[in-house]
T-cell receptor, first 113, second 114 residues
Framework: SQTIHQWPATLVQPVGSPLSLECTVE??????LYWYRQAAGRGLQLLFYSVGIGQISSEVPQNLSASRPQDRQFILSSKKLLLSDSGFYLC????????????FGPGTRLTVT | AQSVTQLGSHVSVSEGALVLLRCNYSSSVPPYLFWYVQYPNQGLQLLLKYTTGATLVKGINGFEAEFKKSETSFHLTKPSAHMSDAAEYFCAVSDSGGYNKLIFGAGTRLAVHP
């Protein structure tokens, strides 16, 4: 069966510091991968998605970036965090092919101080 | 372009009462529809999905949803609420474009009181 991991679970970082969040999927190959953010009191915002190694699409302009160095690894980064980057970050995966549902990781709670 | 509207950002029911969470969608192609549940500080869990075929879809935890094309709706129901059902619920439609992104509604927070 497939499993998705995210770490760290929680993170408190000062404004201007760098960020690296990691997501890995086990038990499947060549998944589509997604990063979402939930800000307080707001819904899900799709940040990035990837259909393969090194292939990243950005949904919204921001000071975040994403990379996919390996088939089942998806990394969210920032060089300098802003207060507005605080939120709950969720990674998700989807099987390529006909099935459309996405499966979500446990999330990372980021607080920028 | 696809979109999802969830009517009611907060719904409160008594334990044992019917749960009804409303979702309307807009799609130019036959939709794939989903309901997810999110408990505090956790990721989203897939409750159920509609792809094709039977319009009444049964999911986990006693939830079900009915796809009504004429009403462009996909409302989520449960006959009898439990305290453990208190969570946030998201309706989503699959984007018809490439990469099968999901378009989410704003979410409905369900409170269950004794």
């Amino acid at each position: 069966s497939q499993t998705i991991h995210q770490w760290p679970a929680t993170l408190v970082q000062p404004v201007g510091s760098p960020l690296s969040l990691e997501c890995t999927v086990e038990g499947t190959s060549n998944p589509n991968l997604y990063w979402y953010r939930q800000a307080a009191g707001r819904g899900l915002q799709l940040l990035f998605y990837s259909v393969g190694i090194g292939q990243i699409s950005s949904e919204v302009p921001q000071n975040l970036s994403a990379s996919r160095p390996q088939d089942r690894q998806f990394i969210l980064s920032s060089k300098k965090l802003l207060l507005s980057d605080s939120g709950f970050y969720l990674c998700a995966w989807r099987l390529t092919g006909g099935r459309r549902e996405q499966y979500f990781g446990p999330g990372t709670r980021l607080t920028v101080t | 372009a696809q979109s999802v509207t969830q009517l009611g950002s907060h719904v409160s029911v008594s334990e044992g009462a019917l749960v009804l969470l409303r979702c309307n969608y807009s799609s130019s192609v036959p939709p794939y529809l989903f309901w997810y549940v999110q408990y505090p500080n956790q990721g989203l869990q897939l409750l159920l999905k509609y792809t094709t075929g039977a319009t009444l879809v049964k999911g986990i935890n006693g939830f079900e949803a009915e796809f009504k094309k004429s009403e462009t709706s996909f409302h989520l129901t449960k006959p009898s609420a439990h305290m453990s059902d208190a969570a946030e619920y998201f309706c989503a439609v699959s984007d018809s474009g490439g990469y099968n992104k999901l378009i989410f509604g704003a979410g409905t927070r369900l409170a269950v009181h004794p």
